[in-house]
């Protein structure tokens, strides 16, 4: 029930009708329904549509060695924990796959997390006090950034992997206890981080490092440990961050790094000491999705010719895709109208994807976000060149 009252908190929820508009008129591209799995091809209100807005970048959601792991676990330990890994919360399988996922990551200790985004908040808040400062990407995904409003510290940003303007920040604040956390691939641009400057700043203003790689592991790097192994700089990072919800087939988080850091993190984590503990499902479907990483590097393989092929296609259409250089590649439309229309245009044509407005992205620079699997077919992967073609031209963004 609605009060006319300005002191009612309420106020705000009553005001806010654009998405209602978008609804009004077929142009909401959000919280649509989809009945089948997260494969190359979807199926939403009956229809088959071919999904390049999943990161789903292995395709091993509904690989059948994913799905048997899960079955087993939930019959075993059943579907919960019941809670907290500080209390009762913890299975000899979450044991494991720390174990495990160190291992993967080629670091001395790792911890799990109930969702990656509790990681970042989690960690950055347990390892910035008061009297330090934490230094982040103004492209940060929103968990960093919300990590950073959790701590006691001071919060800096550096113009997007700007080497020069990190140095500036690093070089403000010199005689600090400094943590630099950075994207290792950024969520709506697709580029990469410059990594190897990072950590040439790190050493020389005695900085920390902490790589958010959610969309790096299982992409980047020769094996698929993501942008720390892409640059050969493994043994640098300090702290290597991941998710689950992309390449691991799954929901939730890791921080990766020294044993004595993540002993630490482990007692003064507050999203891990006050969250229910993940699921035996979840942590069964991401040893398992380890398992076909390492046995099945062709998937790594298959995933970037996918990729350069539509970089390429993308580009010779003559479409706006910025510096991206990963299996996220944004098409660039300018203004927010003009990405919910197209994004439902494309619809039409039996393609998803993901459109990202302001303050996911700057205003004036809403974008259609693509990304794609390994288990795409060349035949899929031209039908959508084909559909943004044939759309990209009516709305005139290319001729």
Known sequence: MAIENKTDIFEKCFKFVRAKELMAVGLYPYFRVIESAQDPEVIIDGKKMIM????????????????????????????????????????????????????????????????????????????????????????DHASIIDGCRLTYGEVKKFRHND??????????????????????????????????GVI??????????????????????????????????????DLIMGTYSKSLASIGGFIAGSEQVTHYIKHFARALI???????????AVSAALDIIENEPQRIAR??????????GFRELGFEIGPSATPIIPVLVGESETAFKM????????VFVNVAISPAVPEGKALIRTSYMATHTDEQLDRV???????????????
């Open 385 to 399: 060149l084909t559909a943004f073609n044939k759309i990209g031209r009516a709305l005139g963004l290319i001729s």
């Open 52 to 139: 390049v807005g999943s990161n789903n970048y292995l395709g091993l959601t509904n690989h059948p060695k994913v799905k048997e792991a899960v079955i087993e676990a939930v019959q075993k330990y059943g579907s919960g924990c019941a809670g907290s890994r500080f209390l009762n919360g913890t299975l000899d399988i979450h044991v494991q796959l720390e174990e495990k996922l160190a291992g993967f990551i080629r670091k001395e200790a790792a911890l799990i997390f109930s969702t990656g985004f509790q990681v970042n908040l989690g960690v950055i808040s347990a390892l910035v006090g008061k009297d330090d400062v934490v230094i982040i990407d103004k492209m």
């Open 274 to 284: 006050f969250s229910a503990s993940p699921p035996p499902a979840s942590v069964a």
């Open 163 to 196: 080497m020069a303007d990190l140095e500036r920040v690093l070089r403000q604040n010199d005689g600090r206890g400094k943590l630099i956390v950075v994207d290792g691939v950024f969520s709506m641009e697709g580029d990469i981080v410059n990594l190897p």
């Open 200 to 237: 040439e700043l790190a050493k020389k203003y005695k900085a920390r490092t902490m790589v958010d790689d959610a969309h790096g592991i299982g992409v980047l790097g020769s094996t698929g440990r993501g942008t720390a192994e892409h640059f050969g700089l493994e043994n640098e990072v």
């Open 303 to 312: 995933l970037w010719e996918n990729t350069n092929k539509m970089l390429k």
């Open 343 to 350: 994004a439902m245009m494309l619809q039409d044509e039996g």
